[in-house]
């Protein structure tokens, strides 16, 4: 079987190959000016800078017909046919969690913020559906799916969970509210209820899948088996209040009837968890984030796993390999150290220990900042201060870089600026984590997988 994340973003990659070889173009004369770097920053305004501008992406970035997060912006303007007005689910449900984060602070203000994500859940409520789930690309114009492949044009459960993630959020944030905040958490509530995931059991197998088409019914036939970036869809699925499943579909679907079990260790850090396609390694770091956006791994535990020891350490492992570089690329180590899936000198690639070709994407080391503070906060800087506009631009830093290519594309990917937001959010204030945990629904669907949580 094709490695999790290949079959997640193997059409992604023969999209950008076109458009990659065009990387060296210059950016248009709008885009071109030069930002000014701050120097001599404390590390709380470099993170608030980040954390803003990164914002962006989901603000003026933002699909302008929906107000959804877009698949990706070149700041070359060189885009495959679509793309433009493409919008990505998962990126949508990581730029709501954005959005919530950015009127916390006053990035935006709460009249603002409110407009635009109820003009975001009314794009959502009127997008195509398969059985509550949406695709995972769709047309910002229209709501209409565009197929990810010719048999993926259907519902795509993983995307949808981390739309879910951010309906559940949004809910517990507006809930208490002023008439029109509580009509806006009852949009979300709604939204979240309407996701069949009792459906995508394929006939009632203890297991989920993470597609169905009306057209292609079950022919992409992937059962989501772990460990890889789709826990959340799991504990979402428990969580449902109207399309529940049972446990056993975690126990025996998700955990492999205990195979999901390992014991091996990474640069001296402990795994107990089998790492999905991989013998004894780790895999892409987007795997500690996206479940993570909401779902606090903070004193989460299960008989299979501490997760945020998991976290932590898988982290710290891609970390020490960057650091002893054994492949002796030009710019790793401790200033500058993250692998994860992204644009690559290859088209596109889930970069980790064992597919590594030189290039940092910074997502990897900014979104584990609530991991390992001090190692990220030494990329931030590096990247900010000595790199600066090869790349920082006008929406944080952008997607990838390679100094031993010197490959510096302006270019960004909406998963990935999104656990950007997040994640530093919830380093400092633990808001997206509070909000999805107070969840009463969410707490059940936890207990009832037997894990252990910080409510």
């Not at 992604?12 to 004369?29: D, M, T």
């Not at 998991?310 to 710019?331: E, M, Q, R, S, W």
Request: aromatic residues 14%; neutral net charge; hydrophobic residues 35%.
């Amino acid at each position: 079987m094709l490695k999790t994340y290949h079959i997640r973003h193997i059409l992604i990659f023969s999209l950008l190959l076109v458009s990659l070889s065009s990387c060296a173009q210059k950016e248009n004369a709008n885009d071109s000016a030069k930002l000014t770097i701050k120097k001599n920053l404390s590390d709380e305004q470099l993170l608030d800078l980040v954390q803003k501008q990164t914002f962006q992406y989901f603000w003026d970035g933002a699909e302008p017909t929906s107000g959804a997060g877009r698949e990706r912006f070149h700041e070359d303007n060189v885009y495959p046919e679509n793309d433009k007005s493409t919008v990505a689910t998962g990126a949508t449900g990581f730029g709501l969690m954005a959005i919530l984060s950015g009127i916390d602070r006053g990035y935006v203000t709460k009249e603002d913020g409110l407009k635009r994500l109820n003009k975001i859940l009314d794009f959502l409520a009127k997008a195509d559906r398969f059985h509550g789930a949406w695709p995972h690309w769709i047309y910002g114009e229209t709501g209409k799916v565009r197929p990810f492949g010719q048999k993926d044009n259907g519902g795509d459960l993983v995307e949808t969970s981390f739309v879910a993630q951010a309906l559940i959020c949004i809910d517990a944030y507006y809930k208490n509210g002023s008439a029109q905040d509580k009509a806006l958490a009852k949009k979300a509530d709604e939204l979240w209820r309407g996701i069949d995931f009792n459906w995508y059991r394929n006939g009632n197998q203890n297991v989920l899948y993470w597609h169905w088409s009306p057209e292609y019914k079950w022919e992409m036939n992937f059962p989501i088996k772990g460990y890889n970036e789709c826990l959340i869809m799991y504990v979402l699925a428990a969580s449902s209040p109207t399309h529940t499943v049972p446990a056993a579909v975690y126990h025996q679907g998700w955990a492999d009837n205990g195979a999901i079990k390992a014991n091996f260790e990474v640069y001296g850090h402990p795994f107990t968890l089998k790492y999905q396609g991989q013998k004894n390694a780790v895999g892409p770091l987007f795997w500690a984030h996206y479940s993570y956006l909401g779902l606090n791994p903070k004193g989460l535990k299960d008989r299979y796993a501490d997760y945020w020891e998991n976290n932590v350490n898988h982290t710290l492992a891609i970390h020490d390999y960057c650091v002893a570089n054994p492949k002796k690329f030009k710019g790793y180590g401790e200033n500058s150290w993250g692998l994860t899936a992204s644009y690559s000198v290859k088209g596109y690639a889930a970069h980790n220990p064992q597919e590594d070709f030189g290039v940092i994407s910074p997502t990897a080391a900014i979104s584990s900042i609530p991991y390992t503070p001090k190692e990220s906060m030494k990329v931030i800087r590096h990247l900010y201060e000595d790199l600066g506009d090869k790349v920082w631009g006008k929406y944080g830093f952008y997607d990838a870089f390679s100094e031993s290519d010197n490959w510096y594309p302006k270019r960004y990917l909406g998963i990935d600026q999104g656990p950007i937001v997040v994640m530093i959010e919830n380093y400092r204030s633990g808001l997206l984590w509070k909000l999805f945990m107070s969840n009463p629904d969410v707490q059940k669907g936890l207990t009832k997988l037997d894990f252990q949580f910080k409510p």
